[in-house]
């Protein structure tokens, strides 16, 4: 959040700019919550996206069914240059720590740009089911919050 509070033309406004997300993001998630459960009823999933699979009949569950998918892709079109900005910037300070700002080399922006969405494409074709990920990440986060990062921070 940091390097995006120093691009705006006043640092202070960072407070304002999180709360506009913050409301963003809710109203939402709320109207995808509320739409999947008018649209799908008591038979909504935890996963509202695995409940798309269904026809509800009826000409406002249509309407209800494209909206939902609207408001979600317009919910990962806001997201992912967020979550793609702090990638590229900590792997672009990973990889290259002595080379000048990111900002101010085009090729070295484009071509990690680049790099970045081409593997996170190809890992969005590759992955059927995005709760292989959930759960090898949530066994992996649990293990390591456990018995790793304990051992590491009484060996260091």
């Known amino acids: 959040m940091h390097p995006i509070g120093f691009e705006l033309a006043k640092p202070s406004e960072m407070a304002t ?36 699979d269904q026809n509800a009949g009826s000409a406002l569950g249509s309407l209800l069914n494209v909206l939902v998918r609207l408001s979600y892709a317009f919910h990962v079109m806001l997201t992912f240059p967020l979550l793609n900005f702090s990638l590229r910037t900590n792997v672009d300070e990973f990889f290259f720590p002595k080379k000048p700002l990111l900002a101010t080399d085009s090729k070295r922006f484009v ?3 680049l790099v970045l969405l081409v593997l996170s494409y190809i890992a969005a074709i590759v992955v059927p089911d995005i709760w292989y990920i959930f759960q090898f990440m949530g066994s992996t986060s649990a293990v390591c919050l456990a018995f790793v990062f304990p051992g590491a921070i009484v060996l260091r």
């Open 111 to 113: 071509s990690l740009t």
């Open 17 to 52: 700019a999180v709360r506009i997300a913050l409301l963003l993001c809710c109203v939402i998630y709320f109207s995808i919550g509320l739409s999947g459960y008018l649209l799908f009823g008591d038979s909504t999933q935890s996963d509202i996206l695995v409940n798309f």
